[in-house]
């Protein structure tokens, strides 16, 4: 599955944006960039934005000791560019690498006013084939495209209040566990909110993966999983596996739809389209037994053929 690209940095300061007057104002060539500085210390660890395979690490004149990454998709292909780096990365050009995995750490090698990471994200054709000077053509700003994820900080140095605006990830996933209820997230723009309901609060974008299943709520023509302290996501078949060990009856929803999921080919979530008609709610009234006690019955009921299982193997 792809994933969501992180920021560089585990603590990500930004001193430098995206096409910033500043540069070619000052005799510099225009800055596909944005530039981190160090918080901590000089140095600073810096950390793969995405997965993919290593196909530079050398070093420029001007761009010092670099480190170019190509996650090839099945639709495109994501060129990373870490520059500046303090020494040459122990990478091996040819090596497949993890989300997260060490680049290398932060310096100023290279033509480069104190010690930053210079990084690129460009997004390039299916199959492209890296050429270094081509990121005039495919060089996005990397505020677009990159996310908080909950070991991170972002700061703006220059105060344009982008921790508030920064794209942001949550969540913590769990393994597989049958004794209790469960939920997969199985897409990458799914909204978790603090509250069950399309009018409240987002978090971020949840992690994909498995997640255990604290309460249920119905809201908005849509059943709400709670997922976590104040973690709330709706459930749709198109975007959610359940993985219950008891029946935790759902909404019919429209497979059309994502009320939840941010894109920009689907409506927004709080359109009025959106949301199916009054006659698909479910009223509670309508349940003889509660979730609670259905889980009390499924259990005895389990455990009673668990027990018939082990008689007949003696």
Known sequence: ME????????KNSISGYYLDPWYTKNGYAPHYAIDFKSVDFKGEPIYASTPGKVIINNYYSDAGYMVVLANFLSDKTIITRYLHLKEQSKLKVGEEIKQGSLIGYMGSTGIATGVHLHFEYWVCPK??????????????????HCYVYPD????????????????????????????????????????????PGLSSEKLGYIIPGIY????????????????????????????????????????DEDKNNKPGIDDESPKDETDENNIPEDENKIDDEDFELNDKQ????????????????????K
Do not use: H
Not at 3 to 10: A, D, G, N
Not at 154 to 167: H, I, M, P, Q, R
Not at 168 to 189: A, C, P
Not at 294 to 313: R, V
């Open 127 to 144: 199959n492209y084939t890296y050429k270094f000077n081509d990121k005039e053509k495919y060089a996005k700003d990397p505020i677009l």
């Open 3 to 10: 994933l969501l690209p992180r920021y560089p940095l585990i």
């Open 212 to 251: 255990n299943v604290l309460d249920t709520v119905q809201k908005d023509n849509f059943t709400w999983y709670s997922i976590g302290n104040d973690m709330w996501v709706a459930y749709s078949d198109e975007w959610i596996e359940l993985l219950l060990i008891s029946s935790i009856d759902i909404e």
């Open 152 to 195: 991170q900080f972002v700061f703006d140095s220059k105060e344009y209040e982008l921790t508030k605006n920064a794209k942001k990830v949550v969540g913590s996933t769990v393994g597989r566990n049958e004794e209790i209820n469960q939920l997969r997230i199985k897409v990458l723009d799914l909204n978790c909110r603090t509250k």
């Open 294 to 313: 259905k889980n009390i019955l499924l259990k005895i009921f389990t455990y009673i053929i668990k027990l018939i299982k082990s008689i007949f193997k």
